[in-house]
């Protein structure tokens, strides 16, 4: 299996500009988690997705954020307009459901995208 | 809500030393606790996880974490450590139903030679 895929690796854009990070899931993993990395805040989620339909995006800082999953198999999380203090590293995780619905299940993550937004 | 602490940032041992990297957590409830190490550049991966049982649970790379109840605590640790463990480490906690976790600010792991 390749792994959880995101793209691109390095995003470099000014303020103002539209970004768009791309994350593919392991196959057969049906839940999704985009994370934010920074040195001040750690690792924070964002957003997850269950079955491609969004459960809890109480982590999203604000409406510049946003996030879709339209298919198992692709998810995408925009910011517009973006900001300096987007700049971090985000990171895409999936997860596998073992039948019944369950914390204990492990979430891979993804390489992540470094976002610097000058 | 759960929250970790990892008491500390930087931890620096000697190659060949044994290592413990502290974890404390609070959750009400049933704990689901995780390590995960960082290589610079990369993602997270999965050291090792412990949901019920054994209190004391084997990972990979010769990582071993040990589940303390009383003392709301999840220690990960290493007999010997090899230049290549130089990494950040992350404790997290999941609740017992739910997709959260709650990560811990990380601890950054040098070795010297």
């Known amino acids: 299996d390749a792994g959880v895929i995101q793209s691109p690796r390095h995003e470099v854009t000014e303020m103002g500009q539209e970004v768009t990070l791309r994350c593919k899931p392991i196959s057969g993993h049906n839940s999704l988690f985009w994370y934010r990395q920074t040195m001040m805040r750690g690792l924070e989620l964002l957003i997850y997705?269950?079955?491609?339909?969004?459960?809890?995006d109480s982590g999203m800082p604000e409406d510049r954020f946003s996030a879709k999953m339209p298919n198992a198999s692709f998810s995408t999380l925009k910011i517009q307009p973006s900001e300096p203090r987007d700049s971090a590293v985000y990171f895409c995780a999936s997860r596998g459901l073992a039948g019944e619905y369950s914390g204990t299940d492990t979430q891979y993550f993804g390489p992540g995208t470094r976002l610097t937004v000058l | 809500a759960q929250s970790v602490t990892q008491p500390d940032i930087h931890i620096t041992v000697s190659e060949g030393a044994s290592l413990e990297l502290r974890c404390n957590y609070s959750?009400?409830?049933?704990?689901?606790l995780f390590w995960y190490v960082q290589s610079p550049g990369q993602g997270l991966q999965l050291l090792l996880k412990?949901?019920?049982?054994?209190?004391l649970v084997q990972g990979i790379k010769g990582f071993e974490a040990e589940f303390k109840r009383s003392q709301s605590s999840f220690n990960l640790r290493k007999p010997s450590v090899h230049w290549s463990d130089a990494a950040e480490y992350f404790c997290a906690v999941g609740a017992s139903r739910g997709n959260k976790l709650v990560f811990g600010a990380g601890t950054i792991l040098r070795v010297k030679s």
């Open positions: 412990y949901f019920s049982g054994d209190t």
């Open positions: 997705f269950n079955n491609n339909v969004p459960i809890d």
């Open positions: 959750y009400g409830a049933t704990p689901y």
